[in-house]
């Protein structure tokens, strides 16, 4: 077989018309049963502009329904989110035509390391990977410092327009989090340094082309994300399922809703009050999937421990710098909520 770098180029080779490679097989895993819930379970949806510009019994209700969203299912979408459907429209189109540049191209961003501003690559880490994944990446680090790949052209300017809407959505959802913990409004924002200018935005394109044989192979495996909130927006294939009550729920979005989900280090933030959620990627066998999230965590530097004021008896995590977080993850093969439990204090 020729060799190739990408999994889209594997597809486009025409040598997994019936089959795919034996590296490709992902074994079951024993921790997260295979049960898809076939019931109609909706993920709670929150009206941002409620949270954001309704009277104070509506705000006083979202952010009810908000603390319950982050306790009961760790997902919500956001929908009246004031991100321009046009924009929404642009980053897909751009992401596209991004995976559809040569691969020659494209390898000058196929980065070495964690915090290389620009990453293009597959899998998720192959050298850990116990099964290589049926997906395709590009990673970019857009905040404190934007960066974004010379081609497309006009990719860039709607990558900086994105980020910076996606922040601010982030920012507002966090004061509606923070409210709902019995906090001040500020206090996340403030504790973690969000409002800084240095806060961390990592923007993760993801592309799983359609595969012959979708049922034996996984676009990402069962995980949590790092940080404090993640803001997804895909395509409408559906993909995504959610570990919740033993099943996994298949998410099914509205149109030009951003999915956001609670990261590791709000877990560790809301001393467990509210706890990251193990989900997954699943690929189908007719058409490529498209996601685009961003992770909004403090400055690298940062050291993230449960909050004073939500620690009852003792802290239940130990504190840890984002940066060695990030470096921890990325060490190992993606698997539930090992990195998590690194941290936690028996």
């Known amino acids: 077989?020729?060799?190739?770098?990408?999994?889209?180029?594997?597809?486009?080779?025409?040598?997994?018309?019936?089959?795919?490679?034996?590296s490709y097989v992902f074994p079951g895993d024993p921790d997260y049963n295979s049960i898809v819930s076939d019931e109609a379970e909706g993920i709670p949806t929150i009206d941002f502009s409620l949270l954001t510009s309704g009277n104070p019994d509506q705000r006083s209700k979202v952010i009810k329904d908000l603390g319950n969203a982050c306790r009961e299912w760790g997902f919500f979408?956001?929908?009246?989110?004031g991100v321009p459907h046009k924009l929404i429209d642009d980053m897909m189109s751009g992401s596209g035509d991004f995976f559809d540049l040569r691969e020659e191209v494209k390898r000058d961003y196929a980065g070495k390391t964690l915090f290389d501003p620009i990453r293009w690559g597959t899998s998720f880490n192959p050298k850990v990977d116990k099964a290589l994944l049926w997906r395709d990446y590009l990673k970019i680090h857009v905040h404190p410092q934007f960066n974004a790949p010379k081609k497309p052209a006009g990719f860039s300017e709607t990558l900086e327009e994105y980020s910076k809407k996606s922040r601010e959505v982030a920012s507002e959802l966090l004061k509606g989090i923070s409210k709902s913990l019995?906090?001040?409004?500020?206090?996340?924002n403030k504790k973690m340094e969000m409002e800084s200018g240095l806060c961390h935005q990592l923007l993760v394109v993801n592309l799983y082309p359609p595969c012959p044989q979708s049922e034996v192979v996984m676009g990402l495996p069962p995980h949590t994300d790092h940080g404090l909130l993640t803001l997804l927006m895909q395509n409408q294939l559906c993909g995504l399922q959610v570990f919740h009550h033993h099943k996994w729920v298949p998410v099914k979005p509205l149109p030009y809703s951003l999915l956001a989900n609670i990261g590791d280090h709000m877990e560790i933030l809301s001393n467990g009050e509210y706890k990251s959620v193990v989900h997954r990627a699943v690929v189908n066998s007719k058409a490529t999937r498209i996601s685009i999230g961003t992770a909004h965590g403090p400055p690298l530097d940062t050291i993230v421990s449960p909050a004073e004021e939500l620690v009852t008896r003792a802290p239940a995590y130990r504190g840890i710098r984002y940066r060695e977080y990030l470096e921890l993850q990325q060490s190992y093969q993606l698997n539930g909520k090992s990195c998590l439990d690194r941290l936690r204090i028996n």
Do not use: A, D, F, R
């Not at 077989?1 to 990408?6: A, E, G, H, L, R």
């Open 1 to 22: 077989m020729t060799q190739v770098s990408s999994v889209k180029q594997l597809v486009e080779s025409g040598c997994v018309k019936s089959s795919v490679p034996s």
């Open 77 to 81: 979408m956001v929908t009246n989110h």
């Open 182 to 188: 019995g906090l001040e409004e500020s206090h996340i």
